[in-house]
């Protein structure tokens, strides 16, 4: 008999929480209708209560600790007035789970052996939530999107929010459901300040599900321009409706460069390089040597290449 599996779509929605992994990391859990939670792993409800028990996930943060939220920096938390604590998160999460399946039928439960057998073979399984929106028209078909976290602005509250942008290359924010923008506007949108990658020296922020909190601006670290922000979502767009984007381009500029190491291509390399956002370029080659050789490139052309 020859070895087979079918892939099987589970919908759900996201729950902003902290994962506490040495330091604070905001994130949004992926809560599907089946009782899977994703969390940097795949818990069911009752691993996630001891997620939760064990301090892995955590709907609050200590005061003078730091939170670090992907695409925007890490700041310090001032002062916060939160929501949950741990017994009220998992009802909430529980709740969560039962009004995307009321009967609260066909609830996923890992068994002992597919426990064991994830930690014979040292795997981790995950369940990371894919966006997606409903296309117009008959028939139930879907686009899938990318998100990325923002600093919204609106009647002088900040809030803590995503846009998510689609294959359709429509963007939606989550502060503002229901409704969908092109590209233009929300460059725009950065232009009136209406997006920002930044605190002011002290203020509050709103976010949504789990509290509001006070962030310390003057001491924010690994600091984003809106310019580079701005940047990555246009490049986001690029990446879901399979286009090529800035990293795709300055991969090929690379190659280009190390078969043909003209000062032509070493040009075009550099424009390629900076045209890719700031805070990514790191990704730009493996997990050790990151941008590396492509800064000596750039930096330092007579020094030769280690291979």
Known sequence: MGRVYYRHRVEGVTVPAVIHNGSYFYT???????????????????QFREELARGWVTPSIPIGRNI????????????????Y???SFYQYIEKTVKSLNPEMKNIYQTTQREI?????????KTAEPI????????????????????????????????????????????????????????????????????????????MEGLGEVLLGGTKQRYKLSKKEKQKEIQELVHRVA??????????WAHYAYL???SEFNREALRKAYEAVPKHERMYLGDMDTKDADIIRILQYPDEKREV
Not at 116 to 124: H, Q
Not at 133 to 138: H, I, L, R, T
């Open 28 to 46: 949004n859990l992926g809560v599907y209708e089946n009782g899977i939670i994703s969390c940097w792993r795949r818990s069911d409800l009752r």
């Open 68 to 83: 670090s939220i992907h695409g925007l920096g890490e700041f310090p938390v001032l002062d916060a007035h939160w929501k």
């Open 85 to 87: 604590d741990n017994k």
């Open 116 to 124: 064991d057998k994830c930690e014979e073979l040292r795997l981790r």
């Open 131 to 206: 966006s997606y929106k409903v296309k117009s028209g008959f028939g139930y078909f879907t686009f899938d999107g990318k998100t990325s976290n923002i600093f919204y602005r609106r009647k002088d509250q900040l809030y803590l929010t995503t846009i998510t942008a689609y294959a359709d290359k429509t963007l939606e924010i989550d502060a503002e459901p229901n409704r969908s923008f092109e590209l233009e506007k929300i460059n725009e949108m950065f232009e009136q300040g209406i997006f920002t990658t930044s605190v002011r020296k002290e203020e509050w922020v709103i």
């Open 242 to 251: 399979g286009e090529k984007d800035a990293h795709d381009k300055c991969v």
């Open 259 to 261: 078969t043909d190491p």
